[in-house]
């Protein structure tokens, strides 16, 4: 086994206990980004060696000095490209932004550097994260870990991908509509959003309303994934609405005996949900290990209108969509350098009135109070991470699904809007490869404020067998932690 190999515990570990230089990991990680990111390009604007090895040499003396600075110290990271990080270009993707470079770093940054972490560079995404697909006009498409004929997914593409092959150790990454969550399907690990304010965003240009999104975490075990997240989460006084109360994830995600647990399973919703054969099947043949366990997995009908949750989340994204594209277009002749998918979400909700987003708001709460009765009856709520297997990676998005034709550049992603929605903590959690040779995930939405008790249901499926089962770096089957 090799540095890069190890999770991310298990580096930490050896770095502390001196076993690893930081140096030396510095320099296996920079040997496999040489190697394998020409093939997938997830990590971009990489920082020059000779600084990584010095910064390096930096941690190695403060661990001789008896000085840790916490879980990440002397890790490599690359922060997805979403994150603002000082000297180093963070552009979103966008030929507008190709040349910026922030002078300070975003709060999540800020975070994991005081962890110790060594920035690398940053991981790709679409141009303003916008799309499940990672690709854009400055460094072009990142390629899936197992495929690279296909989509790495998005938004957190990069993050995934560099994740599954070895380049990172964790991965940071942010989601909106599902942009932790469908590349962490597609490329074999876990992708977790938090609860809306678990991980306060900074800087930002609205605290209030702007919450659909929210950063969080990957890896390719459910205790790495907690352990970042006990970084990255917790108060900040700029953000008003984050959550004050400070949980210690990692150290308390082992433990839980499912027996007696149930999984209410969503399934397709009847049909409702266009998705390509063999996902459904794959995705509750994992989740039925519950029932090895001494739980049960029920198949539930969502009890609320889908199509009412489409047509408000249109209402709330365009929303939120435009005020991001806005300040672009000051510039009229900026329009000629936006993708058409940004520029249709702007034109979009430039229209909308107030009522409209009153409206919203209300049937926004109603869903909220409905799934707050379905958490009376199931500790989680269960249903596909997408609703197609990794597809072409030169399409801009798949124009149907099964037949039926999407309406719109992000349709074939509705299976991931109701976490989002209602403001709920989700994992996508691998449950293995279809005939196909591509990867799927579930999603295990959970009770509000249930981070933890989530990270624990998905470490008992994970101890069970239920997690990554194929290594892109080895190219063979791997055991579950």
């Known amino acids: 086994m090799t540095i890069t190999d190890l999770d991310a515990h298990a580096l930490s570990a050896a770095i502390h206990a001196r076993e690893l230089s930081c140096r030396g990991v510095m320099q296996a990680y920079l040997d496999r980004i040489a190697a394998v990111n020409p093939e997938v390009n997830a990590i971009v604007s990489l920082q020059d060696g000779d600084a990584l090895l010095r910064e390096a040499d930096l941690r190695d003396a403060q661990l001789a000095r008896g000085q840790s600075l916490g879980w990440m110290h002397g890790m490599p990271q690359a922060i997805k490209d979403a994150a603002e990080t000082k000297g180093i270009p963070s552009t979103l993707g966008s030929p507008l932004l190709k040349d910026r470079v922030p002078t300070l770093d975003a709060l999540m940054v800020e975070r994991m550097k005081a962890a110790g972490c060594i920035v690398v560079g940053k991981t790709n995404m679409p141009e303003f994260g916008l799309g499940s697909h990672t690709f854009n006009e400055v460094f072009g498409t990142t390629r899936n870990a197992f495929d690279h004929s296909k989509s790495a997914g998005g938004s957190s593409g990069g993050a995934a991908v560099a994740l599954a092959t070895h380049l990172l150790p964790v991965a940071d990454g942010s989601d909106f509509m599902g942009s932790l969550r469908n590349p962490a399907a ?63 994830y990692a150290a308390n995600v082992d433990g839980l005996d499912p027996k007696g647990m149930r999984i209410g399973w969503l399934g397709d919703l009847g049909g409702y949900l266009a998705m390509e054969p063999g996902i459904a099947a794959l995705c509750e043949r994992g989740l039925a290990r519950v029932e090895d366990l001494g739980g049960v997995l029920e198949p539930i009908a969502l009890g609320f209108s889908p199509e009412r949750v489409w047509d408000t989340w249109l209402v709330w994204r365009r929303w939120s969509v435009a005020a991001r594209i806005a300040p672009f277009l000051v510039k009229p002749e900026n329009r000629a350098h936006i993708k058409p998918e940004a520029l249709w979400e702007y034109d979009e909700g430039h229209g909308l009135t107030g009522m409209q987003t009153v409206h919203a708001c209300a049937e926004r709460t109603a869903f909220h109070s409905h799934m707050l009765k379905l958490f009376e009856r199931y500790d989680a709520i269960a249903l596909p991470s997408a609703q197609v297997w990794p597809f072409d990676a030169t399409w801009r998005w798949p124009k149907e699904i099964a037949g039926r034709p999407m309406d719109t550049y992000h349709r074939w992603m509705e299976a991931v809007i109701y976490a989002t929605f209602a403001g709920l903590p989700c994992i996508s959690m691998p449950v293995g490869f279809g005939a196909n040779g591509l990867a799927m995930g579930v999603q295990l939405i959970g009770k509000p404020h249930g981070d933890l008790a989530l990270l624990r249901l998905a470490r008992a499926f994970e101890r069970a067998g239920v997690g990554p089962s194929r290594s892109a770096a080895r190219g063979g089957a791997v055991a579950a932690a």
């Open 186 to 248: 597609w490329n074999d690990v876990y992708g977790f959003r938090p609860s809306q304010g678990r991980v306060p965003r900074w800087p930002s240009a609205d605290v209030w309303v702007a919450l659909l999104s929210t950063e969080g975490p990957m890896g390719r075990t459910v205790k790495d994934v907690a352990a970042l997240l006990d970084i990255q989460a917790g108060w900040d006084s700029r953000v008003p609405l984050s959550i004050a109360t400070k949980e210690a």
